[in-house]
Every structure is written in structure tokens, then in C-alpha cells.
């Protein structure tokens, strides 16, 4: 099992920049896909970003994309989302997860075995 926490959320201006952390504890991330997903008011959760087990492959939600980076610190057993150029639109509460599925998959958010408890960005405009 894995245990996931994320933190760095918070309040920010449209323009501005935030870097979420998922830290894990348990088992090494290597061993499971890490996304994010994002639950916005009044709409279901999305993806937003993946990053596959050997920290190689990234993937990332068109309405995110250039705008975000998805990295990992292996020692820290750590997985950051970087969020710049934040819109109004990006205001949501962040989860990080972790799968097992295949790579294929990666965006779906019912396979994904673990969850922290999220993160709540607000950008205002």
C-alpha cells in the first residue's frame, strides 16, 4: 500500500504560479502510475496530469498543457505538479493518486487504487 498526502495548495492571481507535492509513504512510487485530478464546484473530477512508473513518460490534459509539468524526486519519494500561467479555470481541489493499470489508462480516474486527500488552488482573476 501507498499513503498519499498532498500539500502547496493556496490562493493566487491569475498569471501566477504554484507547485503542488504529493508525497508518498509506504510502498516507492516506481511501483505505480501517479496523476493528477482535479474536482472543480458543481463538476466531476478530471485528469490533469500523469506520470508513468519509471518516471519517463508524462502526459497531460489539453487544457493544462505547456501551462503544467509533471516531475518526480526519487529520494523524496516526491511527485510535484508545476502550475504556471494559473487561470480562473484551473480553481479546483487537486488529488494525486496511484495506479497499477496499464499506461493506457492513466486517465482514468476510477482505477487508480490511492488518493490523498487534496488540495484546494484558487486563482482569481
Known amino acids: 500500500q501507498v499513503q498519499l498526502v498532498e500539500s502547496g495548495g493556496g490562493v493566487v492571481q491569475a498569471g501566477g504560479s504554484l507547485r503542488l507535492s504529493c508525497a508518498a509513504t509506504?510502498?516507492?512510487?516506481?511501483?505505480?502510475?501517479i496523476g493528477w485530478f482535479r474536482r472543480a464546484p458543481g463538476r466531476e473530477r478530471e485528469f490533469v496530469a500523469a506520470l508513468n512508473k519509471g518516471g519517463g513518460s508524462t502526459d497531460f490534459a489539453d487544457s493544462v498543457k505547456f501551462r503544467f509539468d509533471i516531475s518526480r524526486d526519487r529520494a523524496k519519494n516526491t511527485v510535484y505538479l508545476q502550475m504556471d500561467n494559473l487561470k480562473p479555470d484551473d480553481t479546483a481541489v487537486y488529488y494525486c493518486?496511484?495506479?497499477?493499470?496499464?499506461?493506457?489508462?492513466?486517465?482514468?480516474?476510477?482505477?487508480?487504487?490511492?488518493w490523498g486527500q487534496g488540495t484546494q488552488v484558487t486563482v482569481s482573476s
Open positions: 493518486g496511484a495506479a497499477t493499470s496499464p499506461w493506457g489508462l492513466r486517465g482514468k480516474d476510477d482505477l487508480y487504487l490511492y
Open positions: 509506504g510502498r516507492s512510487f516506481s511501483n505505480y502510475i
